[in-house]
């Protein structure tokens, strides 16, 4: 599942990069994906908010002022 996270982490990227913004690429492309648990979570991490978004792989995407990453 490894791979299909990182598929869905470059989806996420790349509509960024074409000017969408999160809930533009939560509805068109996170949402509904088979790998997605339930809807965003914000958290504070370093005193900065994060939304984050699990998956069925155990991992969390993360979306920051950086954009998407998979730690």
């Known amino acids: ?14 509509a960024r990069r074409s000017g969408a913004d999160f809930p533009t690429i939560w509805q068109t492309v996170l949402r509904n994906h088979r790998l997605v648990i339930g809807p965003p979570v914000q958290r504070l991490v370093n005193d900065a908010p994060v939304l984050e978004v699990r998956l ?3 991992q ?3 979306y920051d002022a950086q954009g998407f990453s998979l730690p």
């Open 1 to 14: 599942m490894t791979k299909a996270a990182q598929e869905l982490l470059e989806q996420c990227v790349a």
């Open 60 to 62: 969390r995407l993360i």
């Open 56 to 58: 069925i792989t155990g």
